[in-house]
């Protein structure tokens, strides 16, 4: 059975929608950003450094012609049903033969990192995530967004469609202190750039059938190495460069090490050319980029290795394969050849009755030109992972039971909206002096296992270390526990375990149609847009003003999730004070506040609070001194209760009060998802109260009141919904 790559109009759209009619409500089509008054298509065509982009171009198609002549087609059969009952009726579920319908299901995880590319660049296209659509985004004090970047001069540069392949400065970056307002001034405005599904066909053809992750962030806002050893040891040992890599001088304990001790097979597959100790190559088609970071632990050193590390199929070095740079062995060039020679040990461990088959737990490194790594293009990268899924899924028994976590170690200096969770000052190892180590911006995670299929996005926190915690959870379910001691426990709390992006109890196993990295264009999708997994968890953020001593409050809590659980809240003035970002770790036991002396503007305000998966309040006004309230002036004070109600479809509860005398007419609008426009007049020392309706518990509702104290509120996220 082999991962099918060939065009098709239709992706098993029956299965999906038939699995998913239990259920309804989508993630609506946004409005699009770049300066104000135009969309996407207009912003994005010309201007802002545009000619110059075009004299770096280099069209895909011209790319795949010089590709094909040197691969020729690959090979594609007819498409194989899923087996058992995963083809599922949501009314009749049938758990598929063979399955538990729970994570013991699970055999096999593999881990494939690529190199330096941002969810904005690569994914941001994608309908359903939080991309180039996105409306609940950081907005700036002259009026315009993160989508709005202004170069040295003051230019406006917005996102723009390309095909070039080009690198940006990615070294340790303090990202403005949290403003997110300096990426064209700092790297330039190829930073904006972005490709398209036609230009990236694989990767949009596979990600709209399985899962994506559009909160997954780089654990440092910083290079490849560093995130690398956050994926494979939890932490980065304080290190922000790629300084000293591959000589196995680290010390502190990995998570191959630990899988070791608790009795858990694992294995590194890489190419292994090179030239001496830290000799790892820089370019080409053979090599591991210099990725395999077991090379810089000394636990994997094979030069003070005895003969048991080294024994094939349970030494550590041999697992690691940390071995000393060798030599070449295998054809330098973008031939099938040569992926079958870089990949051979992976290849031969998914065969029938291999020597040594697939561990439980591997990691998968690329060479250079594989790598994706700006400067070489993504077309080889999408063939590299393409081999990888063909040969997992060569093997029914593997494919059926395994979860692939395709993923990026950063972002390259490449643009991203979102802003990353942020640690207080003082955080306990998270700082580089006085710059927090992350986290960075968004990179790409797609989640391909029967657990995950369907065309889902997945919008918990996540970064390089989930992927080390659901592996302590998974080894926690298979009675081999470990716990990595390097994870701070900021960063527990903030990242989750990649569990709520998976559904263990409907598998739906089988091989599906993915388009061709070389000539396919993306099948269509089995919906027009991704659907939301759904979260136990929501955070909240309420108003309240003291007129009497001028100040306005925001407080700040998280209801649900599991224990420990905590959400990265930031708050920034909208006006009349600095744009400075100052952030806050919500639990449920540790609410947050934020407060506002009005003393000091004139009795005016004005501030939002960004968080995650689109969450946003926006409260802006001027405070009415208590004794001009109680004077006797027929004066209307507005006043807002807001209330999360959570449950399968979730409601917010908008109490409207009138403090005052005189009456208040509220205008609610949705600025985006269900509600529409509505009006209520609330007489002096009323109330009356609004349910606001949801879209898989996604809300974005904008008030005003007419007391001519600019007085609004809105408010943005999402409302738990398991």
């Not at 909160?215 to 560093?226: A, E, Q, V």
């Not at 029967?450 to 996540?462: H, I, K, L, Q």
């Not at 559904?503 to 264009?521: K, S, W, Y």
């Not at 905590?566 to 909208?574: E, G, K, N, P, T």
Request: net charge negative; glycine share 10%; with cysteine.
């Amino acid at each position: 059975m082999t991962l099918q790559t060939l065009e098709s109009p239709r992706l098993d759209a029956e299965t999906t929608e038939s699995a998913e009619s239990a259920e309804n409500g989508v993630h609506g089509v946004h409005g699009v950003h770049g300066v104000p008054g135009e969309s996407v298509e207009n912003s994005a065509s010309g201007g802002d450094g545009r000619e110059h982009a075009d004299e770096l171009r280099i069209t895909r198609r011209r790319m795949l012609r010089t590709a094909a002549v040197t691969l020729g087609a690959l090979a594609a059969g007819p498409v194989a049903e899923a087996v058992g009952g995963a083809r599922a009726r949501a009314a009749e579920y049938v758990l598929p033969e063979g399955f538990n319908g729970d994570m013991s299901d699970l055999k096999h995880v593999v881990i494939l990192m690529q190199e330096n590319r941002s969810f904005d660049h690569y994914l941001g296209q994608l309908r359903g995530v939080r991309g180039h659509h996105d409306k609940q985004v950081l907005r700036f004090q002259d009026g315009t967004d993160v989508f709005q970047q202004r170069d040295a001069t003051g230019t406006i540069v917005t996102p723009a469609v390309s095909t070039a392949t080009w690198s940006d400065k990615h070294n340790f970056y303090g990202a403005n202190g949290g403003r997110w307002d300096t990426w064209v001034k700092d790297k330039g405005d190829h930073c904006m750039w972005y490709y398209t599904p036609d230009y990236m066909p694989w990767m949009y053809s596979l990600a709209s059938q399985y899962t994506v992750c559009d909160m997954n962030f780089c654990s440092l806002h910083g290079p490849t190495i560093p995130n690398r050893y956050y994926l494979m040891t939890g932490a980065a040992g304080g290190e922000v460069t790629n300084a000293r890599q591959n000589n196995y001088s680290r010390t502190w304990i990995t998570v191959p090490e630990q899988l070791q001790q608790a009795g858990i097979d694992w294995r590194v597959y890489s190419d292994n050319s090179g030239n001496g100790v830290g000799g790892s190559l820089q370019n080409g088609y053979i090599g591991e980029y210099g990725c395999n970071v077991t090379n810089s632990f000394a636990a994997f050193d094979p030069r003070k290795a005895d003969a048991a590390d080294l024994e094939p199929g349970t030494g550590r070095i041999w697992k690691a394969n940390s071995f000393v740079y060798a030599g070449a062995t295998t054809p330098n060039d973008d031939s099938e050849a040569n992926l079958d020679a870089v990949l051979r040990d992976l290849i031969a461990a998914c065969e029938p009755g291999a020597e040594h088959p697939l561990p439980e737990v591997s990691w998968v490194v690329m060479p250079a030109a594989w790598s994706e790594h700006p400067g070489f293009d993504t077309v080889h990268g999408e063939r590299y992972m393409n081999k990888v899924l063909k040969t997992l899924q060569s093997n029914e028994d593997i494919w059926n039971h395994t979860l692939v976590i395709i993923t990026y170690d950063e972002n390259d200096g490449k643009f991203d909206h979102v802003l990353p969770p942020r640690p207080e000052a003082g955080t306990p190892g998270e700082f580089s002096g006085t710059t927090p180590y992350g986290f960075g911006p968004r990179v790409p995670m797609l989640l391909v296992s029967p657990w995950t299929r369907g065309g889902y996005v997945a919008s918990e926190v996540f970064d390089h270390t989930s992927t080390v915690k659901f592996l302590e959870t998974w080894a926690a379910h298979l009675g081999k526990p470990f716990t990595c001691p390097n994870i701070t426990d900021w960063r527990r709390s903030i990242a989750g375990d990649l569990t709520s992006a998976i559904d263990f109890a409907h598998p739906r196993p089988g091989p599906v149609v993915i388009a061709d990295p070389v000539t396919g264009t993306p099948p269509k999708p089995p919906r027009d847009r991704m659907k939301p997994r759904g979260l136990s968890f929501h955070p909240h953020a309420t108003f309240s003003e003291d007129r009497s001593s001028g100040t306005v409050t925001a407080s700040m809590t998280l209801t649900g999730g599991p224990e420990g659980k905590a959400v990265s809240l930031q708050v920034f003035a909208d006006q009349y004070l600095a744009f400075d970002n100052t952030p806050y770790t919500v639990t449920a036991t540790a609410p947050r506040s934020y407060t506002w002396d009005t003393d000091a503007t004139d009795g005016r305000y004005a501030f939002s609070v960004y968080g995650p998966d689109g969450f946003l309040r926006s409260f802006a006004g001027q405070v009415v001194p208590e004794s001009e309230s109680e004077s006797g002036k027929r004066i209307g004070i507005p006043r807002v209760e807001a209330e999360l109600v959570r449950g399968r479809r979730g409601v917010v509860r908008l109490r409207l009060h009138n403090d005052g005398r005189h009456p208040v007419r509220y205008t609610l609008e949705a600025n985006d998802y269900a509600g529409g426009t509505l009006t209520h007049t609330v007489p002096g020392g009323a109330s009356k109260t609004v349910h606001w309706p949801t879209e898989h518990g996604y809300y974005d509702v904008v008030l005003t009141a007419d007391t001519g104290t600019g007085w609004t509120q809105r408010y943005a996220g999402r409302v738990a919904t398991v």
